[in-house]
T-cell receptor, first 115, second 111 residues
Framework: NAGVMQNPRHLVRRRGQEARLRCSPM?????VYWYRQLPEEGLKFMVY????????ESGMPKERFSAEFPKEGPSILRIQQVVRGDSAAYFC????FGQGTDTQYFGPGTRLTVL | QKEVEQDPGPLSVPEGAIVSLNCTYS??????FMWYRQYSRKGPELLMY????GNKEDGRFTAQVDKSSKYISLFIRDSQPSDSATYLC???????????FGKGTKLSVKP
């Protein structure tokens, strides 16, 4: 039973480029959460999605960041015009029911480096 | 005041020692508390999940919640080098289930 999968594991972008991070939830899970871990910082919630719906994006920066979870395929976190401050580890987690107390299972993360 | 505070350490102990990791939280409405373990360059994995006050034991690990003082603890008995990792405390921030994490405590268990 495969766990949460994220790709790429490492991503290098130059300032101004776009970054696309992908997350495939565990089988049977239709709820996805994205978190960001900055150096020397804890994990910070960014966005919560169900299939085809953004449920809570209160942690997303207002500009340049967007997320989607289409009916088919992985969830995508998109960062446009990346800046050095976007360098971080981005983790997604999935849960089966989306209830407020569900266990969230984390993927291995994508480490984004902006040159 | 941050919602969940955790001493980042680092904490270094000899093998076999009892380890105590702690967090405090600010919102008395928080009910569920978790401890995640994160090995270097890996994703967090759930270690312990507790509800309200009290203790929960799982093998060498004991999670403790004291709601009166808004204090949560994780104890590791007979610590092993394989326990070397960063330990993150967390709670649910809202009805949608987004997690609020402490900064994590980096633990090193020396053989």
């Amino acid at each position: 039973n495969a766990g949460v999968m994220q790709n790429p594991r490492h991503l290098v972008r130059r300032r101004g480029q776009e970054a696309r991070l992908r997350c495939s939830p565990m089988k049977g899970h239709s709820h996805v959460y994205w978190y960001r871990q900055l150096p020397e910082e804890g994990l910070k919630f960014m966005v919560y999605l169900q299939k085809e719906n953004i449920i809570d994006e209160s942690g997303m920066p207002k500009e340049r960041f967007s997320a989607e979870f289409p009916k088919e395929g992985p969830s995508i976190l998109r960062i446009q015009q990346v800046v050095r401050g976007d360098s971080a580890a981005y983790f997604c987690a999935s849960s089966p029911f989306g209830q407020g107390t569900d266990t969230q299972y984390f993927g291995p993360g994508t480490r984004l480096t902006v040159l | 005041q941050k919602e969940v505070e955790q001493d980042p350490g680092p904490l270094s102990v000899p093998e076999g020692a009892i380890v105590s990791l702690n967090c405090t939280y600010s919102n008395s409405a928080f009910q569920y508390f978790m401890w995640y373990r994160q090995y270097s360059r890996k994703g967090p994995e759930l270690l312990m999940y507790t509800y309200s006050s009290g203790n929960k034991e799982d093998g060498r690990f004991t999670a403790q919640v004291d709601k009166s003082s808004k204090y949560i603890s994780l104890f590791i008995r007979d610590s092993q080098p394989s326990d070397s990792a960063t330990y993150l405390c967390a709670t649910y921030g809202g009805s949608q289930g987004n997690l609020i994490f402490g900064k994590g405590t980096k633990l090193s268990v020396k053989p």
